[in-house]
C-alpha cells in the first residue's frame, strides 16, 4: 500500500477520509518536516468505528480456533514480509534510530507469536457444587469491543501489546492512534491486519486529536475495555471517566525507574547496562532509567566510567546505522527537559557531561550531586538525561528508589544475586531485573506497575485474562433440587 493511504482512516475494511474540518499533521522529529496532513476523524467517524467493531464481534467470536491461528500465522509472514517498511516508519515518524527499530520490531512478534496461541487457550473449568446432582461450568468469553489508545514512544510494539491479544480472545479492537505516531500506532498496524485476511471490522483505526474525539472514545457504550499506554496524567483523566462509566481498564502509564549499583556491584557491568537502559530512544521510554543510585564507596569511579562511556555514544540522524542518540519527539519536548536541566542545575547538581541541543536532538547528558527532590530527579524526564545520585547504603539506596510516586521498572547490581533479590523485594515496582537494566518486555511475561505507574497486566496468561471474561452456568445435571419453601 502507498503511504499517501496512510492519511485516512481504516473503518469496517475501507480507506475513508476523516470528517473533522481539522488536520493531524505527522511531523518527522529529526528533519521537523511534515510527512503528511492527515484529515481528523470527529465523533460521527468514531461511531462508525465503533460500531463496525460491534457488528464484526460475534462473528468473529466464534470463528474457530484454528482460523484465529491462521490469520495470526499470516500476519507474522506478512509483518516479516514488510520489516523495512516498518522499519522505515519508525525512523522517520517516531524518531527511532535503528537500533531502537529493531528492538521494537522483534518485541512486537514477540507478541504476535504469543498472542497466536490464545485462541486454544481459552480455557473454563468445570467445578464442583455443594448442591446435590449440581455441577458448576465456568465458560470464559471475549469482553466484545476494546478501545486501544496508542503511544507514540514504542508505538508499533505498545500499540500491538493490545491488538493482538485482544483479537486473538475474539474481541474486535477500535484504535484512536497516537497523533505524533499516527500511522506505527494504528494505520500501519490495520493495513498489516488487512493484507493478512483479517475480517472487516475486526479492527479499525481512527486518527484525531484527544480534544476532539478522546473523551468519547473512552466513554463509548460499545467499548467493554479501555487499555491506554502514556503519561499518569492522562491514564488518570481516562481512569476517571471510564470508572464513571463502569469500563475496565488497562493503564500502563509513566514511570520513574532506578538502578540501584551497590557496594559489590560489577561497575563495568553496570556502566554498560545503565547506558542502554538510559538512552535507547533518547530515553522516551516508560522503562527508561531515570536515577541511577550508587553506593558512596563506587560512587565517583562509576560517575568517570559512565562519563567515558556516555560521550562515545553518536547523537544525530537516527537513519544512520550508527547513532545511538535521535530526535526528542518534539520541540516541547527538548525545552520541558532543559527548564528541568537548569532548574536542577541551579539546586546544585552538576553536569558530568552534555547538556545542549541541537534541533530536537540532545546530547546525551549526565548529572552528579542530584537529590531526589530536583526536577531531573523527581519528574519522569522521559529524554536522555541521567541522574546520580549517592547514597551511603543499602537502605538508603532503597529509600531513595522508594520516594517516589511511580513504580513501573527497576534494576539492581551486586555480585550477590540472593543479596539482589532481597533488595528487589524490597522496591516497590511491578518490574525489577537483577543485573540487568530495566528496559525488558517479553510477551509472556507479566508486565506493569504499581502506584501512580498503572493498573493490570499485560504479557501471556496475564493478557489473555485482562482481554476475556468468565460466566458461571449452574447445571442440575442429576433430578431437580429441593427448596424450603
Given at each position: 500500500m502507498?503511504?499517501?493511504?496512510?492519511?485516512?482512516?481504516y473503518?469496517?475494511?475501507?480507506?475513508?477520509?476523516?470528517?473533522?474540518e481539522?488536520?493531524?499533521?505527522?511531523?518527522?522529529?529529526?528533519?521537523?518536516?511534515?510527512?503528511?496532513?492527515?484529515?481528523?476523524?470527529?465523533?460521527?467517524?468514531?461511531?462508525?468505528?465503533?460500531?463496525?467493531?460491534?457488528?464484526?464481534?460475534?462473528?468473529?467470536?466464534?470463528t474457530?480456533?484454528?482460523?484465529?491461528?491462521?490469520?495470526?500465522?499470516?500476519?507474522?509472514?506478512?509483518v516479516?514480509?514488510?520489516?523495512d517498511?516498518?522499519?522505515?516508519?519508525?525512523?522517520?515518524?517516531?524518531?527511532?534510530?535503528?537500533?531502537?527499530?529493531?528492538?521494537?520490531?522483534?518485541?512486537?512478534?514477540?507478541?504476535?507469536?504469543?498472542s497466536?496461541?490464545?485462541?486454544?487457550?481459552?480455557?473454563?473449568?468445570?467445578?464442583p457444587?455443594?448442591?446435590?446432582g449440581?455441577?458448576?461450568?465456568?465458560?470464559?468469553?471475549?469482553?466484545?469491543?476494546?478501545?486501544?489508545?496508542?503511544?507514540?514512544?514504542?508505538?508499533?510494539?505498545?500499540?500491538?501489546?493490545s491488538?493482538?491479544?485482544?483479537?486473538a480472545?475474539?474481541n474486535?479492537?477500535?484504535?484512536?492512534?497516537?497523533?505524533?505516531?499516527?500511522?506505527?500506532s494504528?494505520?500501519?498496524?490495520?493495513?498489516?491486519?488487512?493484507?493478512?485476511?483479517?475480517?472487516?471490522?475486526?479492527?479499525?483505526?481512527?486518527?484525531?486529536?484527544?480534544?476532539?474525539?478522546g473523551?468519547?472514545?473512552?466513554?463509548?457504550?460499545a467499548?467493554?475495555?479501555?487499555?491506554?499506554?502514556?503519561?499518569?496524567?492522562?491514564?488518570?483523566?481516562?481512569?476517571?471517566?471510564?470508572?464513571?462509566?463502569?469500563?475496565?481498564?488497562?493503564?500502563?502509564?509513566?514511570?520513574?525507574?532506578?538502578m540501584?549499583?551497590?557496594?559489590?556491584?560489577?561497575?563495568?557491568?553496570?556502566?554498560?547496562?545503565?547506558?542502554?537502559?538510559?538512552?535507547?530512544?533518547?530515553?522516551?521510554?516508560?522503562?527508561?532509567?531515570?536515577?541511577?543510585?550508587?553506593?558512596?564507596?563506587?560512587?565517583?569511579?562509576?560517575?568517570?566510567?559512565?562519563?567515558e562511556?556516555?560521550?562515545?555514544?553518536?547523537?544525530?540522524?537516527?537513519?544512520?546505522?550508527?547513532?545511538?542518540?535521535?530526535?526528542?519527539?518534539?520541540?516541547?519536548?527538548?525545552?520541558?527537559i532543559?527548564?528541568?536541566?537548569?532548574?536542577?542545575?541551579?539546586?546544585?547538581?552538576?553536569?558530568?557531561?552534555?547538556?545542549?541541543?541541537?534541533?530536537?536532538?540532545?546530547?546525551?547528558?549526565?548529572?552528579?550531586?542530584?537529590?531526589?527532590?530536583?526536577?531531573?530527579?523527581?519528574?519522569?524526564?522521559?529524554?536522555p538525561?541521567?541522574?546520580?545520585?549517592?547514597?551511603?547504603?543499602?537502605?538508603?539506596?532503597?529509600?531513595?528508589?522508594?520516594?517516589?510516586?511511580?513504580?513501573?521498572?527497576?534494576?539492581?547490581?551486586?555480585?550477590?544475586?540472593?543479596?539482589?533479590?532481597?533488595?528487589?523485594?524490597?522496591?516497590?515496582?511491578?518490574?525489577?531485573?537483577?543485573?540487568?537494566?530495566?528496559?525488558?518486555?517479553?510477551?509472556?511475561?507479566?508486565?506493569?506497575?504499581?502506584?501512580?505507574?498503572?493498573?493490570?497486566?499485560?504479557?501471556?496468561?496475564?493478557?489473555?485474562?485482562?482481554?476475556?471474561?468468565?460466566?458461571?452456568?449452574?447445571?442440575?445435571k442429576?433430578?431437580?433440587?429441593?427448596?424450603?419453601?
Amino acid at each position: 500500500m502507498s503511504p499517501q493511504t496512510f492519511t485516512k482512516q481504516y473503518i469496517n475494511g475501507h480507506w475513508i477520509n476523516g470528517s473533522s474540518e481539522k488536520y493531524v499533521d505527522n511531523i518527522n522529529p529529526y528533519t521537523q518536516q511534515t510527512i503528511a496532513s492527515i484529515p481528523s476523524a470527529n465523533e460521527d467517524d468514531l461511531n462508525k468505528a465503533y460500531q463496525a467493531a460491534l457488528n464484526s464481534q460475534g462473528s468473529w467470536m466464534t470463528t474457530a480456533p484454528g482460523e484465529k491461528r491462521a490469520c495470526f500465522d499470516q500476519l507474522l509472514k506478512v509483518v516479516y514480509d514488510r520489516k523495512d517498511e516498518i522499519i522505515d516508519w519508525l525512523v522517520k515518524e517516531a524518531g527511532s534510530t535503528l537500533v531502537k527499530a529493531e528492538v521494537e520490531f522483534q518485541a512486537a512478534v514477540g507478541i504476535i507469536r504469543e498472542s497466536a496461541g490464545f485462541p486454544t487457550r481459552m480455557s473454563g473449568q468445570i467445578l464442583p457444587s455443594n448442591t446435590p446432582g449440581k455441577e458448576n461450568r465456568i465458560y470464559r468469553s471475549p469482553k466484545g469491543v476494546i478501545g486501544v489508545i496508542g503511544p507514540w514512544n514504542f508505538p508499533f510494539h505498545l500499540a500491538m501489546r493490545s491488538i493482538a491479544p485482544a483479537i486473538a480472545t475474539g474481541n474486535t479492537v477500535v484504535v484512536k492512534s497516537a497523533s505524533d505516531a499516527p500511522v506505527t500506532s494504528g494505520l500501519l498496524i490495520a493495513d498489516l491486519f488487512e493484507e493478512a485476511g483479517f475480517p472487516e471490522g475486526a479492527l479499525n483505526v481512527v486518527v484525531g486529536r484527544g480534544a476532539e474525539i478522546g473523551d468519547a472514545f473512552v466513554k463509548h457504550p460499545a467499548a467493554k475495555l479501555i487499555s491506554f499506554t502514556g503519561s499518569t496524567e492522562i491514564g488518570s483523566h481516562i481512569g476517571e471517566l471510564a470508572g464513571k462509566h463502569i469500563k475496565e481498564t488497562a493503564l500502563e502509564l509513566g514511570g520513574n525507574n532506578a538502578m540501584l549499583v551497590l557496594d559489590d556491584a560489577d561497575i563495568d557491568q553496570a556502566v554498560e547496562a545503565a547506558a542502554f537502559g538510559k538512552f535507547l530512544h533518547q530515553g522516551q521510554i516508560c522503562m527508561s532509567l531515570n536515577r541511577i543510585i550508587i553506593h558512596e564507596n563506587i560512587h565517583d569511579i562509576f560517575v568517570e566510567k559512565f562519563k567515558e562511556k556516555v560521550e562515545s555514544l553518536k547523537a544525530g540522524d537516527p537513519s544512520e546505522k550508527d547513532t545511538v542518540i535521535g530526535p526528542l519527539i518534539n520541540k516541547e519536548a527538548v525545552e520541558r527537559i532543559q527548564e528541568n536541566l537548569k532548574e536542577s542545575i541551579g539546586r546544585g547538581a552538576e553536569i558530568v557531561t552534555g547538556g545542549e541541543a541541537d534541533g530536537n536532538v540532545m546530547q546525551p547528558t549526565v548529572l552528579s550531586g542530584v537529590t531526589n527532590d530536583m526536577p531531573i530527579a523527581k519528574n519522569e524526564i522521559f529524554g536522555p538525561v541521567a541522574a546520580v545520585i549517592k547514597v551511603v547504603s543499602e537502605t538508603e539506596a532503597i529509600e531513595v528508589a522508594n520516594s517516589s510516586p511511580y513504580g513501573l521498572s527497576g534494576s539492581i547490581f551486586t555480585r550477590d544475586v540472593h543479596r539482589g533479590v532481597e533488595v528487589a523485594k524490597r522496591v516497590e515496582t511491578g518490574m525489577i531485573h537483577i543485573n540487568d537494566q530495566s528496559v525488558n518486555d517479553e510477551a509472556h511475561v507479566a508486565f506493569g506497575g504499581e502506584k501512580e505507574s498503572g493498573l493490570g497486566r499485560f504479557g501471556g496468561e496475564w493478557a489473555l485474562e485482562k482481554f476475556t471474561t468468565v460466566k458461571w452456568i449452574g447445571v442440575m445435571k442429576n433430578g431437580y433440587r429441593y427448596f424450603p419453601f
